[in-house]
């Protein structure tokens, strides 16, 4: 069974950092390709950044292009999103999500990891 | 960026009804190697999204063929014949074919 397990979130300042993790179980990790998304309460869905199998492809949302980077350790199943300088509008639901063969972008999701900036 | 208009924003139904959402893109959803890269999820209350549509109109596995992804180019539209309790919550569409990858804003299914 496929699961994603998000973790790391919590409240911070703003212009702060923090660093997401996501474990990965059930698939071979290191032949997928993996997705952050995020939720604001209350609000919809935006894409936030993806990180190729291999890590040679990785895209950010323009929204958080140069202050957030995604990473992954293969050997740990593990998928990363280390943000800095957050803002009041970083503050949403994260979720882990991992790119399908063939077609779909995200064919599997994490429950989701709360992030609140405020002061 | 593509923008995706979903209508209508909330839908009311009686369980057994046929529900209808549609889903229209800014540009055209057509790639250059000939795929549409148009995706559907429901996100059920409480719950993570989850996929059920991806390249217009396959089925993801598991997904009860009561849904039925359709169109092209622009146009798209989810269609859930016979509404079970188990299909309320949001549903989003989702494109990847320019980049930003973009979501609809939402439609909301709820019982009448």
């Known amino acids: 069974e496929v699961q994603l397990v998000e973790s790391g979130g919590g409240l911070v300042q703003p212009g702060r950092s923090l660093k997401l993790s996501c474990v990965a179980s059930g698939f071979t990790f290191s032949n997928y390709g993996m997705n952050w998304i995020r939720q604001a309460p209350g609000k919809g869905l935006e894409w936030v950044a993806y990180?190729?199998?291999?890590?040679?492809?990785?895209y950010y949302a323009e929204t958080v292009k140069g202050r957030f980077t995604i990473s992954r350790d293969n050997a740990k199943n593990t998928l990363y999103l280390q943000m800095t300088s957050l803002r009041s509008e970083d503050t949403a639901l994260y979720y882990c999500?991992?790119?399908?063969?063939?077609?779909?972008?995200?064919?599997?999701w994490g429950q989701g990891v709360m992030v609140t900036v405020s002061s | 960026d593509v923008v995706l208009t979903q209508t209508p924003v909330s839908l009311s139904v009686t369980l057994g009804d046929q529900a209808s959402i549609s889903c229209r893109s800014s540009q055209s959803l057509e790639y250059s190697d000939g795929y549409t890269y148009l995706e559907w999820y429901l996100q059920k209350p409480g719950q993570s999204p989850q996929l059920l549509i991806y390249?217009?109109?396959n089925r993801f596995s598991g997904v009860p063929d009561r849904f039925i992804g359709s169109g092209s180019g622009t146009d798209f539209t989810l269609k859930i014949s016979r509404v079970e309790p188990e299909d309320l919550g949001v549903y989003y569409c989702f494109q990847a074919t320019h980049d930003p990858h973009t979501f609809g804003a939402g439609t909301k299914l709820e019982l009448k």
């Open positions: 999500a991992r790119q399908g063969y063939g077609g779909p972008s995200f064919d599997y």
């Open positions: 390249g217009v109109s």
């Open positions: 990180i190729s199998s291999g890590s040679s492809y990785i």
